[in-house]
Nanobody
Framework: QVQLVESGGGLVQPGGSLRLSCAASGSIWFTAYAMAWYRQAPGKQRELVADISTGGVTNYVESVKGRFTISRDNAKNTVYLQMNSLKPEDTAVYYC?????????WGQGAQVTVSS
């Protein structure tokens, strides 16, 4: 059973930065999977924010391009999301998981709140 643990969230002012981490544990071959960060804002559906292929190719939703950077450390079974120039509309719970179905069980997520 794979366990995903997100960390690094918090309260930040507009224009600030945060770095999220997601560690995957369990009997998995982490390097075999494209990974992604998702977010869910209050009252909205979960959306894909960024993904990274097994070879390190990245993609971003238009609203975060140029501000967010996804990366991975296969030796640590960990994926990161560097978030810069944060905006109030980035406020959400952020989750990581596989990019493609079937996804693993969702972790608890990391709350990111952007507010002055």
């Amino acid at each position: 059973q794979v366990q995903l643990v997100e960390s690094g969230g918090g309260l930040v002012q507009p224009g600030g930065s945060l770095r999220l981490s997601c560690a995957a544990s369990g009997s998995i071959w982490f390097t075999a999977y494209a990974m992604a960060w998702y977010r869910q804002a209050p009252g909205k559906q979960r959306e894909l924010v960024a993904d990274i292929s097994t070879g390190g190719v990245t993609n971003y939703v238009e609203s975060v391009k140029g501000r967010f950077t996804i990366s991975r450390d296969n030796a640590k079974n960990t994926v990161y999301l560097q978030m810069n120039s944060l905006k109030p509309e980035d406020t959400a719970v952020y989750y990581c998981n596989k990019r493609r179905e079937p996804v693993w069980n969702w972790g608890q997520g990391a709350q990111v709140t952007v507010s002055s």
